[in-house]
């Protein structure tokens, strides 16, 4: 028996026009419900439309002008349950609204700036410590909509949508809880980056941190931070070092809730007990911190609201050609057994 070869060529608007027996032109006038046609034209055209499973090419609409109807978020690290717990939520809006929303790691270079353009996006949502500021102008440049997630603080992005996440207010209670619980030595536990980046004062989580060390008159300085590692170990390793050189660390609080729980290693490492001896909190409220031992105290960021005005302020600025004003959320300290 012979193979048979299937055939995947796209229905277009002319096929949808030959099987309905009208033009082009009235099948674009039904698709885009920009024109009157006769109710008997009308059925035949959506009729056509069903049996031949007809969708329309949305690159070929966004080279015409028009809508693509899909949006794109740009977030630092797309496995991480943060951004897929965010995406997940901004998705469930997206979709009532029309859009499909696809979810991009940044990449800092020239040459995604030019993709990203390119492929006629509605409009971008970014997440990122790291993506520069000058990336984000050549997109409101290119009059795509931009909405940001404020993780930094910003120069100049005037244009785009802001949403600021309430990391700055969450990492000071974090500092605020533990000094209540009367620890005054605390290390502050930065990203790992495969690179060695390490985060700058326009980092909000950061920022919070040293600004409520200092509101709580407790020495802040290098020895209270670690940064700049590439891996697990290497964090494992500076915090050993700190307890080895005489810094009397008695609580550590890590950017997320994973490189908290790292600290939690480290500290049992040493034969050293949570919280009794050293306190522990993170940021996040990831499923990880319920099922540590002993439970890990955290921030819960409203991801649910979040993801929605994102996608509302994005829809808004898409279709009203406005950019709204800037929307607050505030974060939540969820306190477990570790602090």
Sequence with gaps: MGNRQQSFKRVTRAD????????????????????????????????????????PNYIARALKGKNSNHIIFIADHITNEHFSKLICEMDKYAYKEGYLISLCQNRNTEEFVSQIISRQYDGIIISSISFPESYIRQFISANIPVVVLLNRLYDNIEGAGLIYTGLYEGAKKCVEHLVNKGRKNILYLDRISSHGNFSTESDLRLRGFKDQMKESNLPVSEENIITGCTSEDEVIAKIKKRFKDGFPIDAIFGRNDRIACIGMEAVKQLGLRIPEDVSVVGFDNSSISMYTSPALTTVEIPRADIGKAAVEMLHHMINEKSVPDKIYFETKLIERESS
């Design 16 to 55: 949808v026009a030959r099987y309905a027996g009208v033009s082009e032109t009235i099948v674009s006038y039904v698709i885009n419900n920009n024109r009157y046609v006769s109710k008997e034209k009308r059925k035949r055209v959506e009729e056509a439309i069903k049996a031949l499973n007809y969708r």
